[in-house]
């Protein structure tokens, strides 16, 4: 039962921008998720990083005046930061694209996938849409355009690449798929995949000739050409498990065919890439499937997509200066759906921000505090670990459904704040002081359980709380009213 292992990623955000908060959102629901596997005893290996190759990259480190390397690595810095401005997971593994250890994966993945039959060289043009670094099929586009992005115009690349040979795998994936039930959640986006692959799937390009674009890893044996971004990006899963060198650790984390165990979060946008594409891959290389895909919605800015031409970008980093990491955290916890698109408004994240935080948990702590500082000693309290969690917790977090976990924990807040109301503790200690120690015990004790139960959601809250049970720290105003 105890010390399983438990692998998961996010995808890994592709340099060209700020990380703005749709990353945000994707780092802290898999954190949540890391941190909450971890509470429970399993051995967790989380994974996140940046995608630095591509197109697009190239040419926004042209136009910036920067040579590409010193152009990613100043993003992967930026990245980086943010996972820290995020209070991840201490443990986290940060994986770079231009990681040497990365490229040789990837050239050993396209090695095995050239071995198997499936990578091929052909003459062609095709419709690209750099916004999307993906190719366009003539039925996908509208009036020639990109339907995510009508403003870029579509490139016909006319050129020899590399293919790899998707079209062999629509009948294996779809056998996978009918044989594993929940292996994209929610359900609707598997329909979602299970009908684009029933249409039939086209080989996809996987190469770029290095003359036209040179910032990618070069193809083994044809150093004319370099790997096409997604599939060298996608590789990262395993190659940050040290693969294909250490397969001890990737037969551990990644699990095996019988018994896969990768997790990854990604984005609704992102659902063939890793569903499909990628799972595709891993058949080729003879390696395990994915064990499980959950696929977020899109967080909007008073209902409208969020861009840089309508100037209603939210910036995580700003929220966090102002209002702490915490109160981000919770608001991506409780107020924005796991996988449904939902509405970000600073009115909003201010109110839950006041209501929730201010005069919810900070009220509670401190008034429990108070008590527990004036009338407790160390020894009054009992030691709660994870068979504590109650169950309607536990079942929810084990079903990725963050916000019911999430408010779950702001019932039971509630209904401390009305026991406090009930029981008197301040007046009854002062008339019957032993009475009084044994309501603010069992005040004390839940608040204790509260706090376990926000250890993956609010990781910096919670050990300022348990600091402050058990003697060691004097507790504050955890949220000012803002
Ligand atoms: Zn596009």
Redesign the pocket.
């Known amino acids: 039962m105890t010390n399983k292992k438990f692998y998961l990623t996010t995808t890994l955000p592709y340099v060209n921008a700020e990380p703005h908060i749709g990353f945000a959102l994707e780092m802290v629901q898999a954190d949540i998720v890391a941190r909450y596997r971890a509470l429970t005893g399993d051995e967790v290996f989380f994974n996140t990083g940046t995608d630095e190759h591509g197109l697009k990259i190239h040419r926004k480190a042209l136009e910036s005046g920067v040579g590409p390397q010193q152009y990613v690595d100043e993003y992967a810095a930026k990245f980086r930061d943010l996972t820290k401005t995020l209070d991840l997971y201490p443990g986290l593994h940060f994986i770079r694209t231009t990681d040497p250890h990365h490229k040789s994966a990837a050239q050993e993945f396209w090695k095995r996938c050239f071995a198997n039959g499936d990578i091929y060289k052909k003459d062609y043009t095709i419709s690209y ?1 750099v ?2 670094e ?1 190719e366009k099929t003539a039925s996908e586009l509208v009036d020639g355009k ?1 339907q ?2 009508p403003n ?1 115009d579509i490139e016909h690349i006319h050129e020899e690449n590399y293919f790899f040979r998707w079209s062999k795998y629509q009948k294996p994936l779809l056998e996978m798929y009918a044989a594993r039930p929940d292996f994209v959640l929610p359900g609707f986006r598997f329909n979602e995949i299970r009908k684009f692959v029933e249409n039939g799937l086209e080989d996809f390009s996987i190469s770029r000739l290095k003359e036209k674009m040179p910032w990618g890893i070069e193809v083994p044996g044809d150093s004319a050409h370099v790997m096409y971004v997604w599939f060298d990006a996608l590789i990262n899963y395993v190659s940050t498990l040290g693969w294909p060198e250490d397969a001890a650790q990737v037969e551990k984390f990644w699990g095996t065919k019988e018994r896969p165990n990768g997790v990854q979060f990604a984005g609704k946008d992102q659902i063939r890439q890793q569903a499909a594409m990628w799972q595709a891959m891993l058949m080729s290389a003879g390696l395990p499937q994915t064990k499980q895909i959950l696929i977020h919605g899109f967080i909007t800015s008073d209902g409208q997509k969020m861009s840089k031409s309508l100037g209603n970008v939210v910036n995580p980093m700003a929220l966090v200066d102002e209002y702490g990491v915490d109160a981000l955290r919770y608001f991506l916890a409780r107020h924005i759906h796991p996988f449904e698109d939902s509405d970000f408004t600073t009115d909003k994240f201010k109110a839950a921000y006041n209501a929730d935080l201010a005069n919810g948990l900070g009220n509670l702590a401190s008034r429990i505090m108070q008590l527990a500082a004036t009338h407790l000693d160390k020894s009054d309290l009992s030691n709660l670990g994870r068979s504590d969690l109650p169950k309607e917790y536990t079942e929810a977090l084990d079903n990725f459904e963050i916000h019911k976990a999430t408010e779950y924990v702001w019932d039971r807040i509630s209904a401390l704040d009305r026991k406090i109301t009930e029981t008197a503790p301040f007046k009854v200690v002062k008339e019957d002081a032993e009475k009084g120690r044994a309501i603010i015990t069992e005040l004390t004790t839940e608040l204790a359980l509260i706090d376990l139960m926000l250890e993956p959601i609010l990781p910096a809250t919670s050990k300022k709380i348990i600091e402050a049970i058990m003697g060691n720290y004097k507790p504050e105003n955890l949220f000012p009213r803002k």
């Open positions: 849409c916004g999307c993906l990109c995510l992005h870029l």
